[in-house]
């Protein structure tokens, strides 16, 4: 269902003029990191489907990965550590339906113990900035 969602969205134009707004502000390797979580987050936000946080991020941003010759590796590990790590803490996700009907708990009850969920985001921006730092010295 989430491919053909994408299919839909793409044959309809309205994820590419996104990426090209943004692709306007990408300027270096360490702002594209950045980028690529706030994008992964967004669509996260938007789509409630983890599927989709993983395809469209994929799909868009590994072109630009690829422009700005940054293995796509550090794409793969920001999808991981932003996108999907965060689904079961929006409570609009079907995740965090999930994990409600199952616990019988609201979102908002379970976000303290779901630490790694708000964690791994906390660590790609702190890798960005480290990153980013290692750039500007070479």
């Known amino acids: 269902i989430s ?5 839909i969205l793409q044959g309809a134009n309205l994820i590419s003029p996104f990426i090209h707004k ?24 938007l789509t409630c489907s983890q599927a989709l946080t993983i395809l469209i991020p994929a799909q868009y ?16 590990r920001t999808i991981a550590d932003t996108g999907i790590i965060i ?10 339906i999930m994990v409600t009907s199952l616990l019988g708990v609201k979102p ?6 779901s630490f790694m969920c708000l964690l791994l985001p906390m660590t790609s921006i702190i890798y960005y900035f480290i990153k980013r ?3 500007n010295e070479n």
């Open 87 to 96: 689904v079961p803490i929006i409570p609009w996700n079907l995740n965090a």
């Open 133 to 135: 730092r290692n750039l």
């Open 3 to 7: 491919t053909g969602l994408t299919g």
């Open 108 to 113: 908002i009850e379970y976000v303290p113990y």
């Open 61 to 76: 941003l590994g072109p630009i990965y690829d422009e700005f010759s940054l293995d796509r590796k550090h794409l793969v």
């Open 22 to 45: 943004v692709r306007k502000h990408i300027h270096s390797q360490g702002n594209l990191l950045l980028s690529s979580i706030y994008i992964c987050v967004g669509v996260c936000l």
